[in-house]
């Protein structure tokens, strides 16, 4: 399957990644994107509009995403034999399901959170400058501030995954590297019904 992110703008399938799933229930969805995984990401020249090119997965991770949650926690493992290394907390979109995988997009802020469960900020003044600019709305960015305060608690409280519950796990040795589905582009893109609330210069769609 492939998890898509959707452009904020245009509401058209970006940045995506091939994945396996591992557990798809009522309260989780857990994906393994291994290292060397092929995808898209956006990357621009210097003076040139960005453009969506193939690229190569770096670690090997375990996104948990949650039914209607605005988050997923990542978990990274690096090196050979492999040792883990940090868990990473996602800001975005609550996933939807589309007929090959998922659709969601970024929201800029991050928190990086080290096995000890310190933890610190990234791309805080990405996030705030999205606001400052007007992409992102001013009710939209406290939402994701509150957000955020509900994932901290979860770190300080040492709740799942934070309690350590996933880090054994490990990948059937027969799963080989996912590879993007061939309609990845084409398939109609599931829009998140609170984009025009959250992104002000967002285009209404269909």
């Known amino acids: 399957m492939v998890l898509r992110y959707i452009t904020r703008i245009d509401g058209v399938p970006g940045m995506t990644w091939p994945y396996r ?79 090959l995988g998922f659709d969601t997009n970024d929201h800029a802020l991050d928190i990086l959170v080290w096995p000890d469960l310190q933890w610190q900020w990234k791309d805080r003044e990405e996030f705030e400058g999205l606001i400052a ?27 799942t995954p934070f309690d350590g519950s996933w880090l054994g796990w490990v990948p059937p040795e027969d799963w080989k590297v996912p590879v993007l589905h061939p309609r990845w582009r084409e398939e109609p893109a599931t829009l998140w019904e609170r984009r025009l609330w959250a992104y002000p210069l967002a285009r209404p769609v269909g």
Do not use: H
């Open 21 to 99: 799933v591992v557990q798809d229930d009522a309260e989780s969805l857990a994906l393994w994107l291994p290292r060397g995984s092929r995808g898209m990401l956006w990357r621009a020249a210097a003076g040139q509009p960005r453009e969506l090119v193939e690229d190569s997965w770096r670690r090997d991770t375990l996104r948990l995403m949650f039914p209607g949650k605005a988050y997923s926690i990542w978990l990274f493992w690096e090196g050979e034999p492999r040792s883990f290394t940090t868990y990473y907390v996602n800001f975005e979109e609550p996933f939807r399901r589309n007929p």
């Open 133 to 159: 600019s007007g992409n992102y709305s001013a009710e939209f960015g406290r939402w994701v501030e509150e957000t955020a305060r509900v994932v901290l608690e979860l770190i300080e409280s040492r709740a």
